[in-house]
């Protein structure tokens, strides 16, 4: 049987909201007549959602349920649905009904009129603190600005992708998955779609500051070199003030300028170079670190429990 749709929801902890996720789904995808299908990934989840899931897939067929051996994350459960989807038209929403199950129906409109990548662009945000806000609005602004590749701003990983899009970020296997970055380095026909994003119907946040910074750096460094670029204009500066500041300080000394006796300077001048240096080896060093991670070649999730591939 040929599937249109493929919905992908990544589960973590979110036994209260399955049930609400399963009906507000299924009641959008029964109107539009297509033959569907909800892929549910549980990411290593603690509070019975991986029984919930199980029994939402024993009522209904048109339920996938993946199970991971353990926690992997976000990116890589995304991941695992995208690998597990088979429509044509491939949906990637969250659980936690933030991006309204509704926005799919104006998401496929714009896919039949012939784009392949259609992403929802967050026009209004509720529930959400001023800190999330303002770090959210600084976090995609540095992005747009240092990356490559131009990702859109106000936009997560909400949207619609065609089947030929999904073939191809499929065969690619990196270990520090940036997938908005990712669906935009792929290129294809793209365009957004406004809408309102709701409070959590339940729970907590599953994306915490640490892991909004963690995310960010997946991004800067999966997309743009600009870090090392960085590092690279800290030791011109650096070597530009040691420079002009050489003369100054013979110039003071033959003058019996006591500020420029004893080691002050000298501790000022290694303290400043030295901050440098580290600096400069804590960025190669994530840089380093990511190509340790691609060469050990482990699978990027293991999966304990999962239906056939097709």
Known sequence: MT???????????????LPELYRRVKQVMDSTGETWELILVDDGSSDHSTDRICELAEKDPAIRPVIFARNFGHQI???AGLDYARGEAVV?????????????????????????????VRAERQGESWFKL?????????IYRITDVKIPMD???????DRKVVDVMNNMREKHRFLRGMGAWVGFRQIGVEYKREARFSGE??????????????AITGFSYFPLQVATYFGFV???IAILTIPVVVIGRLNGTQA?????????AVLFLGGVQLISLGVLGEYIGRIYDEVKGRPLYIVREAPRKE
């Open 205 to 218: 946040t599953k994306y915490p500051f640490k892991k909004m910074l963690k995310l960010a750096l997946n």
């Open 260 to 268: 420029f006796y004893g080691q002050a300077t000298t501790l000022i």
């Open 155 to 161: 936009t997560g990983d909400f949207r619609l992708i």
């Open 3 to 17: 599937i249109t749709y493929s919905i992908i929801a990544p589960i973590y902890n979110e036994f209260d909201n």
């Open 77 to 79: 459960a995304v991941t």
């Open 238 to 240: 650096s070597a530009g």
């Open 92 to 120: 990637i929403i969250d659980a936690d009904l933030q991006d309204p199950p509704e926005v799919i129906l104006e998401l496929a409109k714009k896919w039949k009129e012939g784009y392949e990548v259609v992403y929802a």
């Open 134 to 142: 303002l770090t959210a609005s600084l976090f995609y602004r540095l």
